[in-house]
């Protein structure tokens, strides 16, 4: 079985064969996929678990979905175990969403299912990492020295690790900006990453930002004074969105007034609602490409 647990996982060529397949189906090709998937999603989600609902049904394939506190996890069982259970179930293909990590993946792997990662804890989400990466391609014919600015907190995000390695491996230049504690203290796997104390200065080096949530469910001390402080100091405002040279985007959920204010959240320079647009074409790209030959 094949699978997608980080963007590392693919390969260049890969991306690029996963960016025509998104284009094909964003642009009305249809194709068929035998057999049952899952959704096992124990942590909360609206645009992931709906997109990849959306994209196997339009594949054709069985649907199933577990939330939280629906499995047999809650008595104990191991998420190793729950895999083999599935895939005895005859599940062709586990979409799963968890706040853990499974280092090492390698023992989940052979287990004669598909995984695909939709979010596991603060490693990888690496389906919205090619949502941002198409997302930007659409508006942008090259990342080639493209300047993007992530602003937020870094620190605990997935889509930072998915989708900052993706617009590093496309030669976009990447900064970061957000309260000093949710900075990680290593970003050299993503390039040189200029640090931006101050989010103007940022907004004013960036072509492109990227904001993104605070993940306050794994924090494990307070990282910053208020929320009203934060967005003061951080936040999208209507001054800071007139700044903008570009476009900017947010994987989403949004917290209006904290990540961004709400007069700008849908404004022009806003490409936020086209990452959920596109989110189950790009989801259908890797199911398709994962099953296709099995
Ligand atoms: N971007 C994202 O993962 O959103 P959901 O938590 O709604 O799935």
């Known amino acids: 079985a094949r699978h997608l647990i980080s963007t590392k996982d693919l390969s260049t060529e890969e991306i690029q064969e996963l960016y025509s397949l998104f284009r094909s189906f964003k642009g009305g ?3 068929k996929l035998k057999g049952r998937a899952v959704l096992f999603f124990l942590e909360a989600s609206t645009r992931t678990r709906l997109s ?4 196997l049904r339009e594949l054709g394939m069985e649907t199933h979905h577990v939330g939280r506190g629906e499995s047999a996890i809650e008595k104990g069982e191991s998420f190793k175990d729950t895999i083999k259970v599935l895939s005895a179930l005859g599940f062709r293909l586990l979409v799963f969403r968890v706040p853990f990590v499974l280092f090492p993946y390698e023992p989940y792997l052979k287990e004669g299912i ?8 603060t490693h990888q989400h690496p389906t919205q990492g090619l949502i941002d990466l198409f997302t930007a391609l659409e ?6 020295g493209l ?9 605990h995000s997935r889509v930072f690790r998915s989708s900052g390695e993706l617009f590093s491996r496309f030669y976009a ?8 504690t949710l900075i990680p203290s290593d970003l050299s796997p993503f390039g040189d990453v200029k640090v931006f104390d101050s989010v103007d200065e940022g907004i004013e080096w960036a072509d492109f930002v990227v904001y993104l949530r605070l993940q306050e469910e794994r924090f494990k001390e307070s990282y ?14 209507k001054e800071r969105y007139k700044k903008l040279k570009g476009y900017f985007m ?12 709400p007069e700008v959240l849908y404004g022009e320079k806003s490409l936020v609602l086209k990452q959920v647009q596109n989110g189950p074409f790009v989801r259908m790209a890797v199911i398709y490409n994962l099953l296709k030959d099995q």
């Open 29 to 31: 090709r249809r194709e």
């Open 52 to 55: 990849f609902e959306v994209a």
């Open 114 to 121: 598909s995984l695909i990662n939709a979010g596991d804890g």
């Open 139 to 144: 508006h942008y014919p090259s990342l080639e």
């Open 147 to 155: 300047k993007v600015l992530f602003v937020g907190d870094i620190l």
């Open 173 to 180: 230049q990447l900064g970061v900006c957000g309260p000093a």
């Open 224 to 237: 910053v004074p208020s929320k009203e402080s934060y967005f003061l100091q951080f936040g999208l405002t």
């Open 250 to 261: 947010h994987p989403g959920p949004v917290n209006l007034y904290v990540d961004v204010d």
